[in-house]
């Protein structure tokens, strides 16, 4: 217990938010150092793209994870990581979309707005950043307290279908070549902090199969 | 009566009427002195390919890592791309084979467990002269040759390599197909103790390749042993394998253990795992595009750099002159 509350204190201290800052950064930071130095393989564009997509899926299990960790391991301050955290996991999508549109598609706007609904996994993919994009922008506090308390976190509840665009997104870039073990690793992921939430959404409400039937045997 | 004379218009002069040979031999030393970097390193590549046409003299560097593997110019039309060429630590870093795993590194990180020698290669079905081949005896079945191709991957990047073999057409001349046969197939190596990946649910085991009896017999269809000078390295697909270069990579099959002739299309392995995405034939064609990526342009490895534009892919990846003929009248949308 002990430890716990050093470190929630720790975790309130001036220090950590920077140094959180500074290592969600560090991914980017290699990646530009890496392609400075030509060490991202024979392919660096494609490298660049994937390790970008990589990215915001992480960050997006990062950002997932606060909550389920607030409560789990009692880390109350954890909260305060979430709003960086969230911009974060939008950083890299965006990073993710401007390597698709710069490597892939040389900025050829008219070759982009084919090509997004033409392939279902790029209008999949495209669909997550756009729904991301409300989110970041209400991230700050005036946006929060113009729409209201309630309002702000129905809309941020959109992050759930991102989420499962993002993996949908992942696992049909892969089935075309029938390689499915990272997908199903982020998919387990996602799954677990998605799982978690919907089970104490139903304990909350008292829909726990148990007092279903016992208030069905009372009757 | 028809009296032939020199006069008539019709009798034109040979080329070495034209040009002395002194003067044919002072250009061909030009061009190897070029090569030697006299004229600088932009020319220096085209003219040592030149010299390469001229006398045989193998102009590849060689990377020096493995057994030297000499070959002659070849003359089949096609066989010497001017394009320049990959480097040879990007065109055995960046593989797809998936035996030995899914990531373009994997295969150079674990393909060192394949056992090479000693290696046979069984020719079956309709022949009239099935049998092992040894593959001291494959190696010496025809002149080796060098042979200089773009490479298309089916996932839009391109490469261009020097390879070193013989046309498939001297091998099954050897083996003489019976008039039944329509296909060959061709049979790679799957071996779980040696390949770790076999076994692994992406791909039904082992890798089957296949094409029809006129594109195996086509000059440009090269059974090959070595690329740049040396024998293949393993990710490449050593000891032989295939190459085809109209159609994208993943119908040139590596390390081939048997090979098949027969009356029906074979079922091959990406067809097999997803028909709606690979088709038969898969010959390298712009207007067809792969449901999952544009097959309109590709980036040419090492080259195109990160943010110059991808470059346009040609049809049948630039060999339609030399292989247009053999899909006359086919609608190459269905038969993709």
Known sequence: MGMQVAFNRWLSGRLAKPLVFVAALLPVVWLVLAAAMDWLGANPAEALERSTGDWALRMLCVVLAVTPLRTVAQLPTLARFRRMLGLFVYFYAMLHLLAYSWFDMGFELADIARDIPKRPFILVGFTAVLLLTPLALTSFNRAIRALGGKRWQALHRLVYVIAGLAIVHFFWMRAGKHNFAEVAVYAAILGLLLGWRLLRFFQKIGLQPSSILRRQLSK | MLIKTRNDGFTHPTSSDITDRAVVENRRAILKRMATGVAGTAMAGWAMRQALAADGASAVQRPGKLQALNARASNVAGAVSMDKLTAYKDATSYNNFYEFGTDKSDPAANAHTLKTSPWTVEIEGLVKKPGKWALEDLLKLSPMEDRIYRL????????????????????????????????????????????????????????????????AMHPLTLLTFGMYGEVLPNQSGAPVRLVVPWKYGFKSGKSIVKIRFTDKQPGTAWNKAAANEYGFYSNVNPNVDHPRWSQATERRIGEDGLFARKRKTLMFNGYEAQVGQLYAGMDLKKFY
Request: charged content about 25%; glycine content about 8%; aromatic content about 12%.
């Open chain 2, 152 to 215: 298309r991957c089916v996932e839009g990047w391109s490469m261009v390599i020097p390879w070193v073999g013989y046309s498939l057409a001297e091998l099954i001349r050897q083996v003489e197909p019976q008039g039944s046969a329509k296909y060959v197939e061709f049979v790679t190596q799957a071996d779980p103790k040696t390949m770790p990946f076999v076994g692994s649910r992406v791909l039904d085991w082992p890798y089957v390749e296949g094409l029809r009896l006129d594109e």
